[in-house]
């Protein structure tokens, strides 16, 4: 079956300090999702990115999809303790439903 | 506009029992996922439903069966209930299958 794994399992960091969780895929994607979930809380959808070298920017975050379609990355810069939470990519790779990855643990000390 | 709204929020089972939990998607929304989240974990793939039908199912036992409704809500129904299905169960609903998920609260299962 279809398995999505992130790196590093959990980060902690300065504030100001920059972030990235990395997302690999074993079968290749025809799309991936991001989603951040605080603490006690639940996913809430980010971005999602379709095409091959895709890069995406949101303030802060920037999101990139692989050539290959099988990995993504997720690059926070200047934490800030707002960022706190666990940061899952989720991927599809019939187009329907999305595997969630096992999740990045961002602890952002002030 | 009401977001993902899922019943009941906790609950208490013991093992054997049976569990229903329930969803209302967002409005505008046709299609509803379900996820089981193990504490630490990401949320696994239960099953999808899309026009009253169960369209893509994940690596989950025949206990676990759902239903989708006219009006769109669903249920995810859990049969003899094992300690291992103690999680937090999450409701998403999109436009399609190919959209942003929308996730509900979730309902807290524990089994003892």
């Known amino acids: 079956g279809q398995q999505v794994m992130q790196i590093p399992q959990y980060q902690h960091v300065q504030e100001g300090e920059d972030f990235t969780t990395y997302c690999n895929s074993s079968?290749?994607?025809?799309?991936i999702q991001w989603y951040k979930q605080r603490p006690g809380g639940h996913p809430v959808f980010l971005i999602q990115l379709v095409k091959s070298g895709e890069v995406k920017k949101q303030k802060r975050l920037t999101f990139q999809f692989g050539e290959a379609k099988k990995n993504s990355s997720l690059h926070i810069t200047a934490t800030q303790t707002t960022d706190v939470g666990t940061y899952f990519c989720?991927?599809?790779?019939?187009?329907?439903?999305?595997?969630f990855g096992t999740g990045t643990s961002l602890t952002v000390i002030p | 506009d009401a977001g993902v709204t899922q019943s009941p929020t906790h609950l208490i089972k013991t093992r054997g029992q049976q569990v229903t939990l329930r969803c209302s998607p967002k409005?505008?929304?046709?299609?509803v996922s379900w996820y089981q989240q193990a504490l630490g974990q990401g949320p696994q793939f239960i099953f999808q439903?899309?026009?009253?039908?169960?369209?893509q199912r994940g690596n989950f036992p025949d206990r676990f069966s759902g239903h989708q409704f006219p009006n769109y809500s669903s249920e995810l129904n859990v049969n003899a209930l094992l300690l291992g299905d103690s999680a937090l169960y999450l409701c998403?609903?999109?436009?399609?299958?190919?959209?942003?998920?929308?996730f509900g609260e979730g309902s807290r299962l524990t089994v003892l």
């Open positions: 079968t290749t994607l025809s799309n």
């Open positions: 989720a991927g599809s790779s019939t187009g329907n439903q999305f595997y």
């Open positions: 998403a609903s999109s436009v399609g299958w190919t959209g942003e998920l929308f």
């Open positions: 439903y899309y026009e009253e039908e169960e369209r």
């Open positions: 409005s505008g929304h046709d299609t």
